[in-house]
Structure formats: C-alpha cells, structure tokens
C-alpha cells in the first residue's frame, strides 16, 4: 500500500499552545518531525500529551501557533482537508458495520471509485491480518482484533500522518507486547509517519524513533530513546524514566562533573546532570537496575557501597526485585541476581556515573547542561 501521493519533508509544530478557561494545557511546542519518523508524546495524565495531538488532528485550534507540512500552514485547514489518520484510544468503531465496512468508511467519504475501495480495503485487513474476520461485526471481535481493525481504518486513506492516541491502554499485558511489534511493523513496512501518545515509557522507548516528555504543558526534553533513557535532562524526566530512587541530599564538594553528596546517612559520589556547588540541596536519581546487591568477593573499586536492610524481593526471572531499607529508614529499590532474605543485611554498588545529579527546581535545563549531557552520552 504505498503512501507516495502524500508525502512529504517534513512537519514543523511553531510554538503551538492551547489554552481552555485561562488554564495552559500546553504551551509553546516546538518541534520538526521528518518524514518517517516515530515520534512518541510521554508524560503522566495531564500533560498535555492528548492535547497536543488533538490539535495536530485539527480536532482542537490552536490558541497560539502554526502546524506546517514543508512550510505550508495545515493548522487553519479543518481535520478532514489534513489526509491524517487518526487511532483512538476507544477504537472508535461502528458497531453496526463489517470489519470491511467499517475500513472502507473513510475511503467513501473521500468519493473514491468502488473497485479501489474494494482493493484498499482488502490490502488494509491483509496488513493487520485480519482477513478470515471481514465479515464480522466489531462485538464478535477480540479487544487486540478491534484494535487492528481501527489501526486499517487509520492507514487505508494512505494518509500522510498516523495520529495514535495510547491505543493500547485498554489491552491486556499479552495483548499490548503483541499489537506493540505490530504497530512498529506496520510504521516500518509502510513508511508511515507516526505520532503516538502514552503515558507508558516501555512502550514509548520500544517503539519510538524520538521521545517528546512533557510535564503540565510543558516540554522537558526531547531525544532518543537511549538518550532519555541513559541522560535524563531534569529529575521529572528522571523519575518518569524509571529512575525510581529519589533522594533529596546535599552536595559536600564538587570536581567537575563529579560531586561527593551527603544525607539520609549516605555519602555517595555521583555525577551532575545540572550545575551544582558545595552546600546546595539536590536531587540525585538512581535507577533500580544500577543499585545492585553485591556477591561475596565481588570487587567494588570506584565504586559506591553501603548496606541496608532487606524488607522485601519479588522474583523476575533472571533477577530479583528487592526493597531495602537505609540505616536511617530509606526506602530504595534496587536488584539483585539471587534471592536475598528479608531482614538480611545486604551490601549495596553503585557506579559514580549512574547516580545522577540535579536541581530540586525543574528550570529548564541551558545549553551548557545540554552540552553536558551530550558529553555523558
């Protein structure tokens, strides 16, 4: 099915915001998305994700603004004059109508002849492999199965932009792994250009070319998965990350990009996302993965240790889940490769390099702590 006629360069968001009632759901967006690319919009609920995609689908106007497809202006065109497609998170499917009739819908609307309707339609539900259901009606069909069938409404226009709002959200565990590898197929063998919101950073960091976090309408970092995910720009990107160690410390003395840090009974040397001196209060955020319970005999040079106090291990296959306890009470999450017994005392490493170091406020982050950040990538 190819997608030529409506191809393009590139699509730019100029400072685009929407307001409801006084309240900023999103301000100033900027962003150039090129042809083919997977762009995924994260952040918790409220974030202005949606927004942000309803806006691009011309469903929502902008309150400030321009959308531009090679520097010509789609925002002042209304949503069905855009050649978008647009995948919700309820389906959105007419109950009363076949899979094929229900794909074939937005075609008829286009006016185009029978026998391409006929062939699109057919192409459609080959791709999302649903040819032996054509004929049913959407309450005969799985949740995965809707699914596919408003993921070939989507694509069956051909049209320029894929706009998918958390379309596996109301899936099972299963089921959301599955339509996963799907979509990202689909966005692949197609050529799609596709936009896609969720609040899910699995699911983001596996599909996406680049991630666009947002926090109360605001923008708090853009890059690649591995970028987010090895270099968070702020400590809200941190946490959304799957940094789930927060601690609120102080720094002792600072060398470079390294800072000796102090509180909760811990002294840890660790790495500055952000500027910091002695004396200032920071946050420093550790992923579980990188605070690991170590064996007996196994070195621990360069490194950071303490002990805790286990309180708690959840078998995950290959490894283990364990909360601990500081001497002081702390709560951290940390892994493990055997099964440690609660109310055992454990000794803890940590490398300097992914115990990372930010301000408490969320200012945005400077070009010199860009530069910084790029030099830790």
Request: proline content about 5%.
């Amino acid at each position: 099915m190819p997608l030529s006629a409506n191809a393009f360069g590139s699509l730019e968001l100029k400072n685009v915001g929407r307001s409801f009632g006084g309240h900023d759901a999103l301000v100033d967006l900027n962003l150039t998305i090129r042809a083919g690319e997977f762009i995924a919009l994260l952040g918790p609920s409220g974030c202005g994700k949606s927004t942000a995609l309803n806006c691009l689908a011309g469903l929502l106007p902008l309150t400030h603004g321009q959308i531009l497809i090679d520097d010509k202006r789609v925002d002042v065109l209304p949503s069905e004059k855009r050649d978008f497609g647009m995948v919700f998170q309820n389906y959105a499917l007419f109950p009363h109508l076949t899979v094929e009739k229900n794909v074939a819908f937005g075609l008829q609307m286009r006016n185009r002849p029978r026998a391409e309707i006929s062939r699109r339609v057919k192409e459609a539900i080959a791709l999302v492999k649903l040819e032996e259901h054509a004929k049913k009606l959407p309450g005969q069909l799985s949740g995965g199965q809707q699914q596919r069938v408003a993921i070939a409404r989507a694509i069956v226009i051909e049209p320029r932009l894929v706009l998918m709002d958390e379309p596996l959200s109301n899936l099972d565990a299963k089921l959301r792994l599955e339509m996963r590898t799907e979509i990202r197929r689909l966005h692949q063998s197609l050529g799609l250009t596709t936009i896609y919101v969720t609040h899910d950073q699995e699911e983001a960091l596996s599909l996406a070319d680049r991630l666009v976090v947002l926090r109360e309408g605001h923008v708090q970092q853009v890059g690649t998965p591995a970028e987010l995910h090895d270099n968070p720009a702020n400590w809200h990107v941190a946490d959304f990350m799957g940094y789930r160690n927060l601690l609120d410390l102080k720094v002792v003395s600072v060398s470079g990009s390294s800072a000796k840090v102090e509180g909760n009974g811990l002294l840890l040397n660790a790495t500055m996302v952000q500027p910091a001196a002695a004396g200032d209060e920071v946050r420093v955020a550790i992923r579980p993965h990188d605070l690991v319970v170590a064996r007996e005999g196994q070195p621990t040079e360069g490194r950071n240790t303490f002990e805790a106090t286990v309180s708690v291990v959840e078998y995950q296959g290959r490894e283990f889940a364990v909360g601990v306890n500081t001497s002081t009470g702390k709560n951290l999450f940390v892994h493990s490769e055997y099964a440690p017994t609660p109310g055992e005392t454990v000794r803890l490493v940590l490398d300097p390099a992914r115990a990372l170091v930010y301000r408490t406020s969320l200012a945005a982050v400077s070009a010199e702590e860009q530069e910084l950040l790029q030099v830790r990538g």
